[in-house]
């Protein structure tokens, strides 16, 4: 009977010290967060609430005043900036994963092992997050260049708000092909779909994803732990199952 009352009363302790934190995450990390959230709301009581979208609109929104609490954006430039600006707290940005670009069609055996086929007619539609403000977006433009075929695919580039929307675009064959997250097409647990193309890393420059403590996060011990929680041993597994390289 103590051992139930003391776990009670341990149970309600960390209730009382639950909070909330406000997340806005980087579209591509949106299903690794959600598994994550989960764990982490068992082991601290905290709850999150997360708005999913693209790094440098939530940059925008940021400086705007928008009450995030932490980012976790798609590059390591973006925190970096707040962090210079003063709009996010100095020495909380780190690099929480390494992001892998894939070029994905929802159509099996359609995606070659050397992207050939983004210059083939039959591809009329490539989506792409809107490079401006998407990390990824930015890296497929690299990708296109580096192919040597930006001539044969700008006319065919759809551009997308997120490379959620990318994704998207691909999945409902409104484009044959995306550049999307690996984290995307590769979930674990479920059977991977369609065709891909793993970009070789060596075509675009490295997709640091750096997270960090906003300024208005400061006081909120639930956004101190999240950020903790990402750099533990149970997160970097998420992590890694997702396909970010380490």
Do not use: C
Not at 126 to 141: C, E, S
């Amino acid at each position: 009977m103590k051992q139930l009352l003391g776990a009670l009363m341990l149970a309600a302790a960390a209730a009382a010290r639950a909070g909330e934190v406000q997340v806005a995450v980087a579209a591509n990390f949106a299903g690794p967060l959600a598994r994550i959230g989960e764990a982490f709301a068992a082991a601290t009581g905290h709850q999150l609430k997360v708005s999913s979208g693209a790094t440098g609109k939530f940059y925008t929104q940021i400086v705007s005043g928008a009450p995030f609490e932490v980012l976790i954006a798609a590059d390591d430039e973006t925190p970096r900036r707040l962090v210079a600006e003063g709009h996010a707290v100095a020495g909380t940005n780190f690099t929480y994963a390494t992001g892998r670009l894939v070029l994905w069609s929802a159509q099996p055996g359609l995606v070659d092992g050397d992207a050939a086929v983004l210059a083939s007619a039959k591809v009329k539609h490539v989506a792409i997050a809107n490079p401006k403000v998407a990390p990824y977006g930015a890296a497929a433009l690299e990708v296109i260049r580096a192919r040597g075929l930006t001539e044969a695919v700008t006319p065919k580039l759809v551009t997308a708000e997120s490379i959620a929307q990318a994704y998207q675009f691909a999945f409902t064959g409104n484009a044959e092909l995306g550049f999307v997250a690996l984290s995307q097409v590769v979930v674990p647990g479920k059977p991977s779909t369609g065709s891909y193309w793993l970009v070789p890393p060596t075509l675009h420059r490295e997709i640091r994803q750096d997270a960090v403590l906003l300024r208005t996060g400061a006081k909120n011990p639930a956004a101190a732990a999240l950020l903790a929680y990402l750099k533990s041993d149970a997160a970097r597994a998420v992590i890694k199952d997702f396909g970010y390289a380490p």
